[in-house]
């Protein structure tokens, strides 16, 4: 049978997309679906799929989702040459670090460790197509610039130094945001903007990137770098989000400064919405209306009751998740942000308040034929 958490069933959900369906996913999704609980939000910990816990709402903040009307799609080519290009990054970096390996020390450190270095006068930046950079149409180019073979080099890893034992490299987010501030990791990725061809990669790691999802097309071009950034910024945004909720829950305000307090507390987590937001964008995984419930909440803003929002899931349409205030306020403008995206777009967006228990907790309903 499937075990009583939630857990397996979600796995299990999961292979169905990965290897039935064809659906590059992660695990989040189901997990929330399996193991969700009314009124809280899931803390999860996709290393592959563990659950840490529930955090509750402040009684002064409300969530509510927005169906943007765009089907949520994982299964298409951006979602998965992102998530190729993530696993690629990480391949590249534990080669940098550790040669075949990767390596964290006990503080979450990368030891300065060299190998595989990327610098930017070893970029190809030509007219276009599949062997350079891509370039305006004066011919001057833009940024978009292919590795080369000679960047992907077997040069032997030197170790400057190692603190601790440290685990292997299993995960992008074992690695802290300060770290991705270092020289020494920047020599580990194309600059911002380059690209590595599949063939190329393929030719330095004939074993592949790791994933049993995804594969590297030897004839496509692969942005690596965003991929890379995007899930270590992503989880030190998450753990920022949850520490700064679990905090508020035992402050004491007075009754002059508790309102003035409680936006403060707001905005700080609707930041870091909008922060992890414009990161889906940035990877190509915003859509248009999405995008457009988003621009609406921020320019509503605070003085309406409305401090955040962002794409739900592996995003490319979906659901948005708008933070603001409980005590009506936050009601009526996320009302008013669905009247202007349909006016706006055409599109009748569906609007829910809270969450819901998962799978696991509303157990189910038997029916009876007659």
Same mark, same amino acid.
């Not at 499937?2 to 189901?30: F, H, K, T, Y």
């Not at 840490?52 to 002064?60: E, T, Y």
């Not at 450190?109 to 007219?127: A, E, H, K, M, T």
């Given at each position: ?115 595989? !270095? ?37 040069? !032997? ?214």
């Amino acid at each position: 049978g499937v075990d009583d958490s939630g857990r397996e069933l979600a796995i299990l959900c999961q292979m169905v997309e990965n290897l039935i369906v064809g659906a590059p996913c992660g695990v989040m999704d189901q997990m929330a679906s399996a193991c969700g609980h009314e009124g809280a939000l899931l803390s999860l910990l996709c290393r592959p799929a563990e659950v840490c816990g529930s955090l509750s709402l402040p009684s002064h903040a409300a969530v509510w989702g927005i169906d943007s009307g765009i089907r949520h799609h994982v299964g298409g080519s951006d979602y998965g040459k992102v998530r190729t290009g993530a696993f690629m990054g990480k391949t590249l970096v534990q080669a940098c670090y550790e040669g075949s390996r990767g390596y964290v020390n006990d503080n979450g450190n990368l030891p300065l460790v060299s190998g595989c !270095q990327l610098s930017d006068s070893q970029v190809i930046s030509g007219r276009g197509g599949r062997d350079g950079g891509s370039v305006d149409e004066n011919g001057e180019n833009i940024g978009l610039s292919l590795v080369s073979e000679r960047q992907l080099s077997t040069s !032997q890893p030197i170790r400057d130094r190692v603190d601790g034992d440290g685990e292997p490299l299993r995960y992008l987010t074992q690695i802290p945001p300060h770290v991705l501030n270092s020289p020494r990791f920047a020599e580990c990725l194309p600059p911002a903007g380059g690209v590595v061809g599949g063939d190329v990669f393929l030719r330095r790691f004939p074993e592949g990137h790791g994933d049993t999802i995804t594969v590297v097309d030897p004839d496509e071009t692969y942005d690596v770098t965003g991929p890379t950034r995007h899930p270590i910024l992503e989880h030190h945004r998450v753990r920022t989000f949850a520490q700064v909720l679990d905090a508020s829950a035992g402050v004491q305000y007075g009754q002059t400064d508790r309102k003035e307090a409680e936006d403060e507390h707001l905005a700080v987590l609707g930041e870091l919405m909008y922060q992890s937001n414009a990161g889906y964008t940035t990877l190509g995984l915003g859509s248009d209306g999405t995008d457009e419930i988003v621009r609406l909440v921020k320019s509503s803003g605070p003085c309406t009751g409305l401090f955040g929002a962002k794409i739900t899931g592996g995003g490319s349409g979906g659901t948005v998740c708008v933070l603001g205030r409980s005590d009506g306020s936050g009601d009526a403008a996320v009302v008013e942000v669905c009247r202007a995206y349909r006016e706006t777009t055409g599109r009748t967006p569906y609007l829910f308040r809270g969450s819901s228990p998962g799978a696991v907790a509303f157990n189910h309903v038997r029916v009876q034929l007659l």
